[in-house]
């Protein structure tokens, strides 16, 4: 049991507590990104809004459609992904990279994908988001990822429309009572500690860093805040692989 510990004080200050045994009263949804689970109690709390941040290519949108898929094909939770950035058929066909075939998951029914132009966002919060409610609602969805809040926010001039605009969101989003990850785009690892309106209306916050070591960089992430969650207080890192995301919390980042 010695080796269990050892293993242990890697994720929590104490040592005491191990996550991988602990029973919690609350649902937790499962990532499915392999060991991430065993560090956050199981995965984010049932109906939670996480924002997964970092820099562009830091594998965010990569991280979040995992999230989807595995709740498709391992709980059988049908997902919605909304997205402000990237088209549907770019999006397709590099996920189809991971083994992940998101048109089959949509014939399904399993699987939904929603594009907003910049032009049609304003008429998104006007309307209250009812396409994006009604689609929930046809497939039953359980999981939603919003990609990215950045995009979103950005179509508002001033600091205090922004942060309207995002506080009016949110409370959309935990109006379809789906757990949620909602995405954040920031120019630099450092840009984010400008602690915006989002990072203290959300549940939880999972950084993605793409560090420079030398001539190469270094996948990472760090569960920053998990609201009623004993997470990991270490930064480890992951890798983007054939088959998605790989973390390996009991690695050390340098
Ligand atoms: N098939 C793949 N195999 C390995 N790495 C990939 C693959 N596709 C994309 N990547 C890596 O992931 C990055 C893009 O990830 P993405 O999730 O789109 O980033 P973000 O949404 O944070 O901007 C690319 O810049 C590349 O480094
Ligand atoms: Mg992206």
């Excluded at 009263?25 to 996480?50: A, C, F, M």
């Excluded at 399904?108 to 929603?114: E, L, P, V």
């Excluded at 594009?115 to 609602?137: F, H, M, N, S, W």
């Excluded at 959300?202 to 992430?221: C, H, Q, S």
Aim: net charge negative; aromatic share 10%.
């Amino acid at each position: 049991m010695l080796e269990t510990n050892e293993e242990t004080s890697l994720f929590f200050k104490d040592g005491e507590q191990n996550a991988a045994v602990k029973e919690t009263e609350e649902k937790r949804v499962p990532t499915g990104i392999g060991d991430l689970d065993r560090t956050i109690e199981g995965g984010l709390k049932e109906h939670s809004v996480t924002l997964v941040g970092g820099s562009a290519g830091a594998g965010k949108s990569i991280f979040c459609i995992q999230f989807l898929v595995n709740g498709i094909l391992q709980y059988d939770e049908s997902g919605v992904y909304v997205t402000f950035e990237e088209e549907k058929e770019a999006v397709y066909s590099n996920m189809k990279r991971f083994g992940w075939d998101l048109a089959d998951l949509e014939r399904k029914n399993k699987f939904a994908f929603i594009r907003y132009t910049p032009e049609q966002v304003e008429k998104l919060l006007k309307t209250g988001a009812g396409i994006i409610r009604d689609v929930v609602e046809k497939i039953g969805a359980k999981r939603i990822v919003i990609d990215s809040i950045s995009a979103f926010t950005l179509l508002h001039k001033t600091e205090l429309e922004r942060r309207a605009a995002c506080l009016n969101l949110f409370k959309i989003v935990r109006n379809w009572h789906c757990t949620s990850i909602v995405i954040g785009q920031y120019l630099s690892a450092d840009e984010k500690h400008d602690s915006t309106a989002v990072e203290f209306e959300v549940d939880g916050i999972i950084w993605l860093y793409n560090i420079k070591e030398g001539d190469t960089r270094i996948r990472a992430l760090e569960v920053y805040k998990m609201r009623g969650t004993k997470h990991a207080v270490k930064t480890f890192p992951f890798e983007i692989t054939s088959s998605g995301v790989q973390v390996y919390p009991e690695e050390s980042v340098f």
